[in-house]
């Protein structure tokens, strides 16, 4: 750190020249990323909120009141307005919340989750964490294979999960087997929903039908979101919803120097941006059901015009047809690891995987940017 400080254009020409080198969402560069860039009317209320810090509830009653008027809304999108939970810092920390409080629960030594082979890093992360044993099922077709759930529920068993929008292809688990075996043994089942959790209600009365995935499943008991990824809000925004108190309490703490007087929030994070919450809020309100489904919408119809652009390719295998706004694709005689080097030369940021190359069709992505990438990977 300097003595003294520089002026404030000083400041911020050397601030752009270092950002510079980072890539941006308007590039429509970046075809791997399941982030975009945030609305511009939630940008602008993020900035005039940035000293709330919702770590200490009690302080800031009227956003504590935006926060469970979000979690509402949100919860109807989910089939379920009564449900209740918070808004997170991201998928990570909601996953973790979920397999925390089950753990809690269950009081049960030695305790198990049982969870698709597919399913997020963030789980791997959790159970390292909190103690706990992940047993995974392996995939068919790229979704769960639930044949290969009951022989493996045993005493230990405090929790399923299930993926709705998995991380390699944008696939559903089947949730309504993944319940109906939740029911039968009476064991939660917490759906990973962060990618999926905010285009799947928006595309229900299109021409997109799309599995259930929600509280309207009796066997599903959690459900993680992150706005920050088709609800355009601002990073960080992810949400935890739950059923029902039953688990949440098992994490309750009480924190007595807290100068607005209230518990916590039943989160693992303890200072959390208050912006975050007041922002999500405001979009949902500012765009509705309508503007969120024009944005599903368009996502879709950008997916499918994708779709078709990289079947007219010879040598291109996708690998299926997308159920979201995600794609993967590979060349039969290249193996991905090369082609995504070729790839990323032309300044694409693409994401991999073992067995093909990942594209999120996010809605700062438009056909422009499509046909430019067709071009590139025709060359």
């Known amino acids: 750190m300097r003595n003294h ?11 752009t020249r270092i950002i510079k080198k980072d890539t941006n969402f308007n590039s429509g560069k970046i075809l791997g990323s399941m982030c975009t860039t945030p609305h511009s009317f939630s940008q602008k209320i993020y900035s005039k909120y ?49 397999l925390w409080t089950a753990r809690n629960y269950s009081n049960t030594s030695n305790a198990e989750v049982i969870l698709p082979s597919h399913s997020h890093h ?16 392996p995939s068919k077709n790229g979704i769960m294979d639930v044949n290969h759930i009951e022989k493996k529920i045993t005493r230990n068993t405090i929790l399923m999960i299930g993926v709705a929008g998995n991380t390699p292809l944008g696939l559903i688990d089947p ?13 939660p089942l917490h759906v990973d929903a962060s990618f999926g959790g905010f285009i799947i209600p928006f595309l229900r009365k299109s021409e997109y039908k799309i599995p259930e995935f929600d509280f309207s499943l009796p066997g599903v ?17 992810s949400c935890i919803l739950f059923r029902n108190s039953k688990f949440l309490n098992s994490i309750s703490s009480n924190v007595d120097y807290l100068s607005g007087g209230q518990k916590p929030r039943k989160t693992l994070l303890g200072t959390s941006p208050g912006a975050s919450i007041i922002s999500l ?47 993967g694709f590979k060349f039969r005689k290249i193996p991905n690891q090369l082609l995504a080097k070729k790839i990323r030369k032309q300044g694409w940021a693409i994401s991999v995987f073992p067995t093909h190359i990942r594209l999120v069709i996010m809605p700062h992505i438009n056909r422009q940017h499509i046909d430019n990438f067709i071009d590139s990977l025709s060359r």
């Open 122 to 137: 963030s789980f791997d992360k959790a159970a390292d964490i909190l103690g706990l044993k992940l047993i995974k099922i």
């Open 50 to 98: 940035l000293e709330k810090n919702i770590g200490d509830p009690g302080l800031i009653l009227g956003t504590q009141k935006l926060e469970n008027d979000s979690i509402r809304m949100i919860g109807s999108l989910l089939s379920y307005p009564d449900a209740i939970g918070n808004v997170v810092s991201g998928g990570t920390e909601a996953n973790i919340i979920a």
């Open 221 to 237: 008991y959690s459900i993680v979101v992150d706005p920050h990824k088709m609800g355009m809000a601002p990073i960080p925004s």
């Open 5 to 15: 400080g520089l002026s404030q254009k000083d400041v911020n020409d050397k601030l």
């Open 281 to 327: 809020w405001a979009l949902m309100n500012f765009l509705g059901k309508d503007g969120y489904s024009k944005i599903a919408l368009r996502c879709m119809k950008n997916t499918q015009y994708l779709y078709e652009k990289l079947n007219t390719i010879s040598g291109i295998n996708i690998i299926q047809k997308p159920v979201l706004n995600i794609i």
């Open 175 to 187: 949730i309504d087997e993944l319940s109906d075996l939740a029911i039968k043994f009476s064991i």
